[in-house]
C-alpha cells in the first residue's frame, strides 16, 4: 500500500514538472525572440516607429522573465505541499479550528468551508508578494499601472471576500448532493452547477462588475448615435452603453458585450477613447470610427453565438469531469497518497485531487484546444467586422491598441498556439487583408 501511494504522488508530481518543463521551454523561444529580434515587421512600420517597438521589446522581456519566475515559484510550492502531505495538515488544522468553535469535525460541510477559507487564504498570501511586484514594479515600470496603494489594498480584499462568498455557499451545496444524491448525483451536481454558472454570468454586469468599477452611460453624441445605429442594423437587442473608469486601474484598454438573455449593454474603457497628452506629446486610444470597427467584431460574438457555443462546450466538458469523479473519488488510494488516514476521505479533497490533479493532463490537453477554438472564434469575429465594411477600421485600431498596450506583435509559433486565446495582431491583420482581396473577387 505504501508502495502504491508513493507511486500515485509519484507520478503526479512527474506530470506537473514535465508540464512545468514544456511552458519553460516555450518562455525561453518567446523570450529569445523578444531579446534578438529588432526589426519591425511590414505591416505595421506606417504605424509603429522604433521608439514604440523598443518599448514593447522591453515590455514583453520583462513580463516572460516575471512569468519565469512565478511558474518556477509555483511548481515549488506544489511540490513541496504535496511531498510533504500538507492537504492533510490542512485538514487537521481546519478540525482544531472548529473544536475551537464547538464544532464537530463530522459535520463535513462545514468543515470543507473552514478548510475552502484556510486554503483561499493561504493561497491569497503566498502569491501577494507576485501581486504586489507585478503591479506596483513591473507594471508600473512601464506606465500601466494607475492604482495607489489604498485602492490595490481595497480592490484585494474585495477581490478575496468576494471569492469567498461565492464559493462557499457552492462548495457546500455541491457537496451536500455528492453526499445525498445516490447513484444520479454526477447529473444533479452538474444541473447545479449549470444553474449557478447562468445565474453567475447574469448577475455579473450589473451586480459583481459595479463592485470594483464605476460605470457610467455614455453621453449623448457622435460615437453613441454611431455605436446605437450598428446595434440597430444588426438588430442587437442593446440596452444601454457604459463607460467604465479602467484608467483607475491601468492604462490597458479593452470592450466587451455584456448580457446572456434579453437586452445587453455594451461597455467601452475610457482608456479606448482618443486622448492627447499634452504634457507627454502622446496620442492614445481610438478615434469613433475605429472604435465603431472593434465593436462590429464584438457584435460578431454575438452573431456567431460564441458566447453559447463557449458555455455548451463547458457544459459538456463539467459533465465528463464529473462522471470522471463520480467514478475516482471512492478509491481510498486518493486519500491516503496525500497522508489521510484510512477511513478519512472528505468529499471536498475527493473533488480537488480528481478534477485538478489525476485530470490534470486532461485539463492540458483541453485547454490547448479550447484555445485553438478560441483563435478560430476571433477571427471569425473579424471576419464579421469586414463584412460590415469595417476592414481597415478595425485594423487600424488593432495596431493603435497594441501599440497603446505595449504588446510586442512577433511570437514564436509554438509559444503562440499553446498560449494565445486571441490571434497575433500580425495573423489578424494577414487575415483581414485576405477578407478584402477575397470580397474584391467576388
Known amino acids: 500500500m505504501i508502495l502504491d501511494e508513493n507511486v500515485l504522488l509519484f507520478l503526479i508530481l512527474i506530470f506537473s514538472w514535465l508540464e512545468y518543463l514544456w511552458e519553460l521551454y516555450l518562455s525561453l523561444r518567446q523570450l529569445k525572440i523578444y531579446k534578438t529580434n529588432n526589426t519591425i515587421p511590414e505591416d505595421l512600420k506606417d504605424m509603429l516607429n522604433k521608439e514604440s517597438f523598443k518599448k514593447a521589446q522591453v515590455y514583453g522581456t520583462d513580463k516572460s522573465q516575471f512569468k519565469i519566475v512565478r511558474e518556477l515559484y509555483g511548481i515549488s510550492l506544489t511540490s513541496i505541499i504535496l511531498y510533504n502531505k500538507w492537504i492533510s495538515v490542512a485538514w487537521q488544522k481546519s478540525e482544531n479550528i472548529a473544536a475551537t468553535m464547538n464544532i464537530n469535525p463530522n459535520q463535513e460541510i462545514i468543515m470543507s468551508c473552514i478548510f475552502m477559507t484556510f ?40 477581490s478575496l471576500v468576494l471569492s469567498l462568498v461565492i464559493t462557499l455557499p457552492i462548495v457546500s451545496i455541491a457537496i451536500y448532493i455528492i453526499m445525498l444524491g445516490g447513484n444520479m448525483f454526477v447529473v444533479w451536481l452538474w444541473l447545479f452547477t449549470t444553474v449557478a454558472t447562468l445565474i453567475l454570468l447574469t448577475i ?10 464605476k460605470f457610467q452611460p455614455l453621453s449623448d453624441g457622435s460615437l453613441r448615435q454611431g455605436i446605437e445605429n450598428l446595434a440597430s442594423k444588426l438588430n442587437f437587442p442593446l440596452s444601454q452603453i457604459y463607460i467604465v473608469e479602467g484608467s483607475k486601474r491601468s492604462a490597458h484598454s479593452n470592450a466587451y458585450f455584456s448580457g446572456l438573455f434579453g437586452a445587453k ?17 502622446i496620442t492614445t486610444g481610438c478615434t469613433e470610427s475605429e472604435i465603431l470597427g472593434v465593436l462590429a467584431h464584438e457584435l460578431g460574438h454575438w452573431k456567431c453565438s460564441h458566447i453559447y457555443k463557449s458555455i455548451a462546450l463547458t457544459e459538456v466538458n463539467l459533465l465528463l469531469l464529473f462522471s470522471a469523479f463520480g467514478f475516482l473519488f471512492k478509491y481510498s488510494l486518493l486519500y491516503t497518497s496525500l497522508g489521510f488516514p484510512p ?44 463584412s460590415l ?35 497575433t495582431l500580425l495573423h489578424r491583420i494577414e487575415n483581414i487583408k485576405s477578407q478584402i482581396a477575397s470580397t474584391k473577387q467576388d
Open 119 to 158: 486554503v483561499t487564504l493561504f493561497n491569497f498570501v503566498v502569491n501577494m508578494p507576485f501581486t504586489i511586484y507585478g503591479t506596483f514594479v513591473l507594471e508600473e515600470k512601464h506606465g500601466f499601472n494607475k492604482q495607489t496603494v489604498g485602492f490595490f489594498i481595497k480592490d484585494q480584499v474585495k
Open 343 to 386: 477511513g478519512q476521505e472528505p468529499v471536498i479533497i475527493g473533488l480537488i485531487v480528481v478534477l485538478q490533479l489525476i485530470l490534470a493532463p486532461y485539463n492540458s490537453l483541453l485547454s490547448f484546444f479550447a484555445t485553438a477554438l478560441s483563435r478560430k472564434f476571433e477571427f471569425e469575429a473579424d471576419n464579421f467586422a469586414v
Open 204 to 213: 455579473y454586469p450589473s451586480v459583481i462588475a459595479p463592485l470594483f468599477d
Open 265 to 281: 449593454r455594451i461597455v467601452l474603457f475610457d482608456t479606448l477613447l482618443h486622448k492627447h497628452d499634452e504634457v507627454k506629446n
Open 389 to 423: 465594411n469595417y476592414a481597415m477600421e478595425l485594423r487600424s485600431a488593432l495596431i493603435k491598441l497594441g501599440k497603446d498596450n505595449l504588446d510586442y506583435p512577433i511570437y514564436d509559433k509554438i509559444y503562440s498556439a499553446w498560449y494565445h486565446s486571441h490571434p
